[in-house]
Every structure is written in structure tokens, then in C-alpha cells.
């Protein structure tokens, strides 16, 4: 895929967030990519306003690219870290000022729960449900199985454990290496810090998201058409229709 199109999207807008997104974790930009192209992809079913729901919205780096995915889009943008969330309201102003983008403070669940059912075209997010733990992921995707109206697609590029658990070691260890090569290399070891201690909690067994269980728990919430596409290494794009 040529990048350049989504790559120009963040010049001026989320440019150093992007920047070391993609320096350090090439797969999670790869997979905001294709939250954004799974969107469109939607979108060309429908000729009016799509509302969207976005969990996890963090500095808005997906947002960006689910705005960008089709100008009939309207975001609402979830996310309980107000430090994050803030950056995103700078970055992303002139979308909220054109009506197209909205933001709540509230954590993914007690958001949900505030909706109605049946009222959202999609809900999407990006490595946002594997930080969840198990029994509260189970409780979101219920909820985002009720909020959906019928014929609605749940999208989600995130982190899917291979069900291989020697595989996925190696996986996950190839990828703390490439943090050590990357961030040592340009002395930011206080990222370097974060990013192995964030792993610690993604890989601990109430957390880690294994994609057997992960799809057979959508399928238990009332989801068809689960299809699990894109993976790279522990990165997967997974599409749900209600």
C-alpha cells in the first residue's frame, strides 16, 4: 500500500504524535489505516450522515483517519484519559468546529451504557478493547452489540494474540527488541520505560486478547459476519456486522 495519501493527512495536525507512532509500533499505524478504509468501506453503502462511535480515542490519530475516511462521518470520540483526550481537541479543533466531531470524558462502558440502543451506524476503535480486562471487554462488546442498529459494523484494528502461544512469544519478543534498537538509539528511554511496562499488563492473562476466544466472545454477544483480516504479527483488523 502507498502510504503517502494518510501519511500528508497528519502533516500539521497529529505530526509528532504520528511521527513516533510510526518509528515504534509500524503495525498500530498500519491498523488505523485500516479502521479508517474499513469506514469508508461502509460508507459507500449509505448517501446520508453516518454516526459513529469511537472507543478510545487517545491523541487522534485513528479519529483522524476515520474523519478523513468519508465526509459523511460524524464522530463521537470516547476516552477517559483527559491528558490524551485534550490533545486530540487541539489537534482535531476544525473538525469539531464543522459539526463533524464531538468527544466525551467518560470511560468506554458507562458511555455505552448512556446510549440508546440501536442508534449508531459503527463503532469502531483501535487498540483500545485489549486493555480491557476480560469480563469488562465481555461487557462492552455487549453493549456495543445493543447500541448498533441492525445491519451496523463494529470495527476494531487492534492487538489479537495468536492463538499459537510459542508463536505469539516470539512475536512479542521481536517487538520489544525493535523498542530497545529504536528508542535507545534516539535516547528516549523514558518512552522506552513506558512501552515494556504497558506490554507487561497487554500480555497478562485477564488482559491479553487471543483470537480464538476474542471472536468466539463477539460471536456469544450476538455478532455475524466476524471476519479477521490484516494481520501483522500480533496486529489484526476484525469487522463484525450486528
Not at 87 to 108: I, P
Request: aromatic share 8%; hydrophobic share 40%; charged share 20%.
Amino acid at each position: 500500500m502507498n502510504d503517502t495519501p494518510f501519511d500528508a493527512m497528519f502533516s500539521g495536525v497529529i505530526g509528532q504524535d504520528y511521527q513516533m507512532l510510526k518509528l515504534i509500533s509500524p503495525g498500530s499505524v498500519e491498523m488505523s489505516r485500516q479502521v479508517g478504509r474499513a469506514v469508508g468501506e461502509f460508507c459507500q453503502q449509505s448517501t446520508v450522515s453516518v454516526e459513529l462511535v469511537e472507543l478510545g480515542g487517545g491523541t487522534g490519530i485513528t479519529t483522524l483517519s476515520i474523519l478523513s475516511a468519508n465526509e459523511r462521518v460524524k464522530v463521537l470520540s470516547v476516552d477517559n484519559e483527559p491528558t490524551m483526550q485534550l490533545q486530540a481537541k487541539q489537534h482535531l479543533q476544525q473538525w469539531a468546529e464543522a459539526g463533524r466531531l464531538e468527544f466525551c470524558g467518560d470511560d468506554a462502558l458507562t458511555a455505552l451504557q448512556a446510549m440508546q440502543s440501536d442508534s449508531v451506524e459503527l463503532v469502531a476503535s483501535a487498540y483500545t478493547l485489549h486493555n480491557f480486562e476480560a469480563e469488562y471487554r465481555k461487557q462492552v462488546l455487549g453493549e456495543i452489540y445493543r447500541i448498533l442498529k441492525p445491519g451496523g459494523w463494529f470495527i476494531n484494528g487492534d492487538r489479537y494474540a495468536l492463538n499459537d502461544i510459542s508463536a505469539h512469544t516470539r512475536s512479542t519478543q521481536k517487538e520489544v527488541e525493535g523498542y530497545f534498537k529504536i528508542l535507545t538509539k534516539i535516547d528516549r528511554l523514558d518512552v522506552l520505560e513506558h512501552w515494556v511496562i504497558h506490554l507487561f499488563s497487554d500480555e497478562a492473562e485477564n488482559h491479553v486478547m487471543r483470537e480464538t476466544i476474542a471472536l468466539q466472545q463477539m460471536a456469544d454477544s450476538g455478532f455475524k459476519q466476524i471476519n479477521l483480516s490484516h494481520r501483522q504479527e500480533v496486529n489484526a483488523l476484525v469487522t463484525a456486522v450486528k
